[in-house]
């Protein structure tokens, strides 16, 4: 079995229901190959296939970096979440650092308070607490879902 069409299926298969990074796809067809019951040869030439149905992939424009990532943080700010949590998280999805800045620079010019609205969306979900004394356990919240200082004391001081 040394056709790569069955990996190809999966991947479309795959692509059909998330959307996903071409890194992350890497990893998943990755491991589809290694739960496969065949053998070591031939998972060694599936392997090195990755690379060009990816290409194909791309080519058909059924995967993209750019559209992808710029989803997330449409869906991320929608959410409540800052941008160090975002930025973070497209690493960890293998998207390039650089079209990371340039997405959320862009983000930043289209929308220049865009990142105190998802802090107001992050309070009004996750924090209850708006008593006086609770106030240094709603800094630590905000700060551990990476608001920086500034940010968290004006949200903070608007409850």
Do not use: C
């Not at 924090?127 to 879902?145: G, L, P, Q, V």
């Amino acid at each position: 079995m040394t056709d790569t069409s069955q990996i190809l299926k999966y991947a479309i298969h795959y692509l059909s229901k998330f959307n996903s990074s071409k890194n992350n796809l890497e990893r998943i067809l990755r491991n589809k190959i290694k739960r496969m019951k065949i053998e070591k040869k031939d998972k060694f030439f599936l392997h090195k296939s990755i690379p060009e149905i990816i290409l194909k992939l791309e080519k058909n424009k059924l995967i993209d970096d750019i559209n992808y990532a710029s989803s997330k943080i449409r869906f991320f700010i929608s959410n409540g979440k800052s941008r160090i949590f975002i930025k973070n998280y497209l690493l960890q999805k293998g998207i390039d650092s650089t079209i990371i800045s340039k997405l959320l620079e862009k983000n930043d010019q289209e929308n220049l308070d865009w990142e105190i609205e998802s802090a107001r969306i992050f309070v009004r979900k996750k924090i209850f607490s708006k008593k006086i004394k609770d106030k240094e356990k709603n800094f630590s919240k905000m700060s551990r879902a990476g608001f920086n200082y500034g940010v968290s004391k004006k949200i903070l001081d608007e409850i």
